[in-house]
């Protein structure tokens, strides 16, 4: 157990719809990641938080969005969904804000677009 | 600008055999590196990182890493694969704490018995 929380676990949707991902990072970490894995474009970076502000963005569309509240829980917004969305959304967590910080990663939500 | 290059998308070895992933990278500075492995079904989890100590890196669960700067690799090995070491396995890169990591494609081992 990483430490990192993610809710919800499954989740099947339509075309078109908007859903919220949760993730609840391990005591004492302030950054957040968020990543993207599916089978035919691996796993993808789409954006860090770092206490409450936002630090890097990745491959996000913008159809996505994310934020990171007062108490470090971060949601990611993915809205208009279309098929190609459907993939494993991670959420990691780490220490500080730099690339030497080891992520600890969530055990993700599976999105399932119809 | 940086790249990671995973050689093989599957690498099959018997159990007890050697196991080697490699992983190359482009990056104009000393760069930190991981090893991440994914259990199916999992999260991702560090299994060794380098920060430009020392050059030989042992890791998690019997897992070593080398960074050869002049051949701009940090291959995975390990001496004898159990078959609990069956997972997904991914090299990433970054050029500094500035920068964000770059991530491999993923190299899934399996082990035969």
């Known amino acids: 157990d990483s430490g990192v929380t993610q809710t919800p676990k499954h989740l099947i949707t339509a075309t078109g719809q908007r859903v919220t991902l949760r993730c609840s990072p391990r005591s004492g970490d302030l950054s957040v990641y968020w990543y993207q894995q599916s089978l035919d474009q691996g796993l993808q970076f789409l954006i860090q938080y770092y206490n409450g502000e936002e630090r890097a963005k990745g491959n996000i569309l913008e159809r996505f969005s994310a934020q990171q509240f007062p108490d470090l829980h971060s949601e990611l917004n993915l809205s208009s969904l279309e098929l190609g969305d459907s993939a494993l959304y991670f959420c990691a967590s780490s220490v500080g804000w730099g690339s030497y910080n080891e992520q600890f990663f969530g055990p993700g939500t599976r999105l399932t677009v119809l | 600008a940086q790249s990671v290059t995973q050689l093989g998308s599957h690498v099959s070895v018997s159990e007890g055999a050697l196991v080697l992933l490699r992983c190359n990278y482009s990056s104009s500075v000393p760069p930190y590196l991981f090893w991440y492995v994914q259990y199916p079904n999992q999260g991702l989890q560090l299994l060794l990182k380098y920060t430009s100590a020392a050059t030989l890196v042992k890791g998690i669960n019997g897992f070593e890493a080398e960074f050869k700067k002049s051949e701009t690799s940090f291959h995975l090995t390990k001496p004898s694969a159990h078959m609990r070491d069956a997972a997904e396995y991914f090299c990433?890169?970054?050029?500094?704490?500035?920068?964000?990591?770059?991530w491999g494609a993923g190299t899934k081992l399996i082990i035969k018995p």
């Open positions: 990433a890169v970054s050029e500094g704490s500035n920068y964000q990591l770059i």
